[in-house]
T-cell receptor, first 116, second 110 residues
Framework: DAGVIQSPRHEVTEMGQEVTLRCKPI?????LFWYRQTMMRGLELLIY????????DSGMPEDRFSAKMPNASFSTLKIQPSEPRDSAVYFC???FGRGVSTGELFFGEGSRLTVL | SQQGEEDPQALSIQEGENATMNCSYK?????LQWYRQNSGRGLVHLIL?????REKHSGRLRVTLDTSKKSSSLLITASRAADTASYFC??????????FGKGNQVVVIP
């Protein structure tokens, strides 16, 4: 398997523009996580899905952020409109559920977003 | 928020030396995991230790878990330049999510 695939790897955009980040999880994994990484706040969990269903989106900073998982092999994280404070590296990760315990997460290489 | 906290935050050592990092957490956990992140890359899973385990080894890595002190340590023995990276602990509180610490930056000098 190619691992978790994210696109784009880098995105530079102007404030107010819409940004869409994409993720293809590892085939067979039933959990998908979106994290945001900044120097100040470290790794923050934004939202996670189980079997394509959003389970917890309490980490989504505000209504400008939305995430979808239309099928088991694709997820998007959208920011509209984008603001400079959204600049960060966004990671997608997937895992295979193991009951009540969280198993090993497989991370993509991340999407580095810069909002000017 | 409940999350692992690593200590120290930055470590610089000579190649061949051992590197030790600590992580503390706040409440009971199902498991604790350690990840490595090379500059500009995604996180890579290193090792998982369950709450009923006290020590685990994987190659040059040794992880301990002390649930009474709510702490864990990661030891890298005989470090190599390729071990230069940031290391994160992540705690599983049983709600199907991991809480990550801020990370330890380790620099191994050849």
């Amino acid at each position: 398997d190619a691992g978790v695939i994210q696109s784009p790897r880098h995105e530079v955009t102007e404030m107010g523009q819409e940004v869409t980040l994409r993720c293809k999880p590892i085939s067979g994994h039933d959990y998908l996580f979106w994290y945001r990484q900044t120097m100040m706040r470290g790794l923050e969990l934004l939202i996670y899905f189980n079997n394509n269903v959003p389970i917890d989106d309490s980490g989504m900073p505000e209504d400008r952020f939305s995430a979808k998982m239309p099928n088991a092999s694709f997820s998007t994280l959208k920011i509209q409109p984008s603001e400079p404070r959204d600049s960060a590296v966004y990671f997608c990760a997937s895992s295979f559920g193991r009951g009540v315990s969280t198993g090993e997460l497989f991370f993509g290489e991340g999407s580095r977003l810069t909002v000017l | 928020s409940q999350q692992g906290e690593e200590d120290p935050q930055a470590l610089s050592i000579q190649e061949g030396e051992n590197a030790t990092m600590n992580c503390s957490y706040k409440t009971s956990i199902n498991n604790l995991q350690w990840y490595r992140q090379n500059s500009g890359r995604g996180l890579v899973h290193l090792i998982l230790i369950r709450s009923n385990e006290r020590e685990k080894h994987s190659g040059r890595l040794r992880v301990t878990l002390d649930t009474s002190k709510k702490s864990s340590s990661l030891l890298i023995t005989a470090s190599r330049a390729a071990d230069t990276a940031s290391y994160f602990c992540a705690t599983d509180y049983g709600n199907n999510r991991l809480a990550f610490g801020k990370g330890n930056q380790v620099v191994v000098i050849p």
